[in-house]
């Protein structure tokens, strides 16, 4: 038995927005009843000041860590990071993680039935921006009745989440780690998203998004997701694990079959994503990424974001992040600064590309762990 | 009228491997008979002593300058650099460029008639490698009775068949120029390449290679289009180009249409490249790419490529290129100069990524133009 599955966890849902008092959307467009699926981990403290909401990268979930049952094979996508002695120490935290709006993991996305027509969205589900997940978050962050958070972290994706989140309620937000991210994509970044759900949406089983109960747009979403994991690894990386390596220890093939190793390990991975993603979730969460620019979410109306914001920030970027380059992290560390926030910054060397914030590494839970102490000492001594 | 129409090309024909002479390629397959389209420009002298071989890159084709007729709109594809004048000077040089083995523009490949079975070859077509392109240029070179090429020259995929000839014939090349090349591809350069064919084999219409006479897979090569233009600029260039423009002065619109310039310019490039470009030539001509690998090009089976070569170099690698960064061609220039070879490397300062070799460049037009005439006046003094 895997020891993780001593730590059990439960999925659980909460559902606002219901009409007339729908979720207003960055669009104009109201969408409601909304539910989250979330997960928590750890005990909320009396004062409830110990709450940490984790947020997810662009096809994680709200399972982060721990286990469904003790029988369970696989915990959650972070369980390196997030548990009882780790870095995100869940015998002193308390921990929340939501599966985005817009996704397609228990949370209101475009596979979810649509009440007015009884059937799915499909591609009438309205496109929702970073900043909208940030409100439905808030929704359920309220309804746990927590008025502030210790900290929001999260990495690539859920580090644009965690800078709306500070932009947006700075008040509610002690510290931030954003991990691996960008305020805002390059044309680069848009384009890679681009091509993917062009391969999406030329695979003929999408029919226009409404494929649900029919064949799914598989070999589509398959191709968009090998897209995303040469983006995820590092040249460097794919040479130390790859090479021009082949899969038989024999020659050439002559054949179109997967010769070399990296094509067959990206045909694996495209083929494992479709079983448990959703193609119209991978749309609508990439258009949000590619849509996220914090300039455009300064709190309150004010011209630049994080104006009267008192949030401590941890940001750290990876070395071979060809994804979101180094530079990029430091862009928002010098608008941090110019705020006179208390910012610290670390560029972690790293083979192992924009993944690296999702892998094992001593120096990344080092800095976790003592940016997280330092704050909730400051704010138990505070009381 | 375009000036450049008055240089009047014409596309001709050769063809050798009749059965029972068949090609041999070197997956041990035989191919016949087999037709080059190639055109020339400038006059070859009378010692055949001026010939300069341009080889082609990934999609290219022979028509390398000039135009077939006076109204032509379009010259051909390294009109910059080969001409009158030019670096490759056409009133010095004579030029010759053939499409290469495998493609789909006049040269035989997968959407060729086999003549055994009086349909196109599709995947049936053996796959061929750059050095079985090399084999066949070198027919059509002992055809037209050179039996010395002053230079071979060519960037990207041509670059490597510019090494191939130059470890494979090293008494025939006096010198070569390979621009922006690499002397073996990358787990990254595999990778992308694979998703650009999975893209493809992922079309319905693509039906296992078989779609001659039918509807063609025009969205997923497309789609492996978009994903080659990426790997082509570089981030700099797209931000200069791009950045987040979007394509109506207004808002973001909300939906999956291109918002982006950038979108939109990928979308154009896509549909554009299915107008002209087979798709099972894709597949083979990328297979081809991945396949190279210098060291198995050693001339007359010696363990190290260029030996006893004679040939002189000039390297040129662009800083922006992070499809084939120049580190990969620092070894090559490493290896060309283990072995005492005469080697010229120029890294030149360039924000346009790949494609750099194909754009205007004063440095690389004078590097060219300089090199070319100090073998072509060497070669002359011997005479």
Known sequence: MNPACLNLVEKQFFTFGEPPHELVLESG???????????????????????????????????????????????????????????????????????????????????????????????????VTIGDMVTAQKALIDHLGISRLLAVVGGSVGGMQVLAWCARYPEMVRAAIPLATTPRHSAQSIAFNEVARQAIMADPHWQGGDYYGQAKPDLGLAVARMIGHITYLSNESMRQKFGRQLKSRDALSFHFDAGFE??????????????????????????????????????????????????????????????????????????????????????????????????????????????????????????
Request: glycine residues 8%; proline residues 5%.
């Open 262 to 383: 990296v094509e067959s390990y990206l045909r694996y991975q495209g083929n494992k994503f479709v079983e448990r993603f959703d193609a119209n979730s991978f749309l609508y969460l990439t258009k949000a990424a590619d849509y996220f620019d914090l300039d455009d979410y300064a709190a309150g109306g004010l011209a630049v974001p994080f104006k009267d914001s008192r949030t401590s920030f941890l940001v750290v970027a990876f070395t071979s992040d060809w994804l979101y380059p180094t530079e990029q992290s430091r862009a928002l560390v010098q608008l941090l600064k110019r705020n006179g926030l208390d910012v610290s910054f670390c560029e972690i060397q790293s083979d192992w590309g924009h993944d690296a914030f999702l892998l094992p590494s001593e120096r990344l839970h080092a800095l976790v762990a003592a940016f997280l102490s330092r704050i909730f000492r400051e704010e138990s001594s505070d009381v």
């Open 29 to 127: 467009e109201r969408l409601g009843p909304v539910t989250l699926a979330y997960e928590t981990l750890g005990t909320l403290t009396p004062d409830k000041g110990n709450a940490i909401l984790v947020v997810h990268a662009l096809t994680g979930d709200s399972h982060v860590a721990g286990c469904y049952t003790t029988e369970d094979a696989r915990p959650g996508w972070w369980e390196i990071m997030v548990g009882p002695g780790k870095a995100i120490d869940t015998e002193r935290y308390f921990v929340i993680c939501a599966n985005v709006l817009g996704g397609c993991m228990g949370s209101t996305g475009p596979s979810s039935l649509n009440p007015v027509t009884g059937k799915p969205y499909g591609v009438s589900f309205p496109l």
